[in-house]
Structures are given as C-alpha cells and as structure tokens.
C-alpha cells in the first residue's frame, strides 16, 4: 500500500472506517476530513449498527499530525484550519449515534491517542503503546487533550503529555481506561472485535443511542472548546522554537 485512504464497508450491520497513510499512519488535512464524512454517513445510515475504526497496515495505528503539513504552516489561520480537523474528527465521533469500536493494532502518538479516545470501546493489541509527542515540538496536545482527559483522567493525561517523550505501554493505558481489554496478537484483536462487533448488532439501537448520549454528557462545549484549542495549537506552530524545531524533520 502507497497511496492514502479511507474506505468504509458496511457488512451484517457493521460499519468497518479503515484509514491509511504511508507514513505511519499520519493524518493530513484531506484524510482528516474524509474520516469525518465516513462518520457522519455510518451515523445517519439505517443500515449500520455499530461502527469499527481501524487503519491499514500491521503496525502504527496512527502517527497523529502530518509533519509534512504541520512544516508548511506559516500563518495562525492555516494552523487554526488544519488542528481544527482533529477536533472535526473527535466532535464527529462525539455527536456519531453508533457505538464507535477502536481497533488498535500498533503504537499511536498524538492526535492518534485523541482519536483511540474518542471511541466508545477501544480494544488492543500489546504492541499499542501511546504517546503525546507534541510538548516536543514546541506545542502541546490541546485539541485532543479534552478526550484523552476524559479516558485516562486528568493524572493520566498530564503524565504523559508532560513526559512526551515516553511510551506508555498498553498494559498501562488499559489500566488507566483508555482500552477495555488487550491481546497478545493482532488476530486475536481481530477475532474480539469482530465478537464485540456483532454482539452489538444483536442489542436495541435506540438503547444503545441513548447510552452513548449518557456517556458523552457535559462535552456538549466541545465544538466551541475544540475550536479554541485548534486556534491555540495554529498559534504555537508558528513559534520560533516550534519552527526550529520541525526543521529537524525535514
């Protein structure tokens, strides 16, 4: 695989949103906002249940922000546009009416973890250790950090947005509440998501839609608070530290 994607397939009531990028999984501008209609068509869209959000490949599951983006940001609107399109995302994923399942196949850094977060039931395999990477360019994890905030608590989040330079295994994560349970392999991740999934299928949507709007309760700030932090994070790439900083990336 080479070129990026986001695909859905819908099958026996199960919405299955794949994404994939070449380089680890990373979310430009353009396959942010595909993961955002692909969400809203599975949430609108009788047929579907339950949703499963996966990637492509056997490793990252996602390596957050483009670099190759976040380098050519020059101006506060343009880096307001491009973090908005992590907080589209969650907000999509918030607002969905359909349990959202995460799949977890590999290691996630930053807006990755926001994304894994944002899910309604997220499920591991050990090799999905997590990371908030963005204190080391010079940013900090302001977008995503209100759902991250919301998995792992306030202590959990903090430790690792400030010790980012760390991986947290994912032993630790499912302890901390980000997962529900790990696997010591892909296809046995596979095997209990696709359980998990069709076991959904079988239970009342209206139940479950008023369940997830039970969950979700006192986020009903989020689009105004998402958006204010995509202005602070568009802001702070623009620093000369953070500028410097992306340079080594090039």
Sequence with gaps: MTQPYVKQ???????????????HNSLPGDILQKLVDEINSAGANDAVKVIVLKSGGDRTFCAGASFKELININDAETGRIFFSGFANVINAMRKCPKFIIGRIQGKT????????????????????????????????????????ERKLGLSGMSQIAIDADSFYDAEWARQKGLYAQVFESIEALDEAVTAMAE??????????????????????????????????SGRLVLSEFTKETLKKFK
């Design 109 to 148: 850094v930053g807006g990755g973890v926001g994304v894994a977060s944002a899910t309604d039931f997220c499920m591991a395999s050990k090799f999905a250790a997590i990371k908030l990477s963005e204190l080391n360019v010079g940013i900090g994890p302001f977008v995503v950090g209100p759902a991250v």
């Design 9 to 23: 397939n819908i099958a026996n009531g199960i919405s299955t949103i794949e994404f994939f990028h070449p380089a």
């Design 199 to 232: 076991k959904l299928c079988t239970y009342n949507p209206e139940a479950m839609k008023e369940m997830k709007n039970v969950f979700w309760q006192g986020t009903e700030n989020w689009d105004d608070l998402l958006a204010e932090r995509a202005a602070i």
